[in-house]
């Protein structure tokens, strides 16, 4: 059974960080682009960012470049997502997900294109 646990959202004043984390299990993490997106209330959901399998290419979302970092360790099957810079508007329920290694980094921000979602953290950050 293949999961995808999300971890570290919280609650945080505009200008702080959080750092999420993505532990997987069930899949041969190495195997998988990683991918995170956020859906904020009301609204449609938003590709934040994603890394290659091997940990050496990312590429974000518009509105997170410059403050927003993802980084993997392999070996503990996690990705991170590092938020600094936060801004109300970055308040949302952010998932990761796993995108198959045979999609090029072209294809990160296609949502449909990942196969397996965790069940999201949420991250609320005041004014």
């Known amino acids: 059974q293949v999961q995808l646990v999300e971890s570290g959202g919280g609650l945080v004043q505009a200008g702080g960080s959080l750092r999420l984390s993505c532990t997987a299990s069930?899949?041969?993490?190495?195997?998988?682009?990683m991918g995170w997106f956020r859906r904020a209330p009301g609204k449609e959901r938003v590709f934040v960012g994603a890394?290659?399998?091997?940990?050496?290419?990312?590429t974000f979302g518009d509105s997170v470049k410059g403050r927003f970092t993802i980084s993997r360790d392999n070996a503990q099957n996690t990705v991170y997502l590092q938020m600094d810079g936060l801004k109300p508007e970055d308040t949302a329920v952010y998932y990761c997900?796993?995108?198959?290694?045979?999609?090029?980094?072209?294809?990160?921000?296609?949502?449909?294109?990942?196969?397996?979602w965790g069940q999201g953290t949420q991250v609320t950050v005041s004014s």
């Open positions: 997900a796993a995108l198959g290694r045979r999609y090029s980094v072209g294809n990160f921000d296609r949502g449909n294109a990942y196969d397996y």
């Open positions: 069930g899949i041969i993490f190495s195997r998988y682009h």
């Open positions: 890394i290659k399998w091997t940990g050496d290419a990312t």
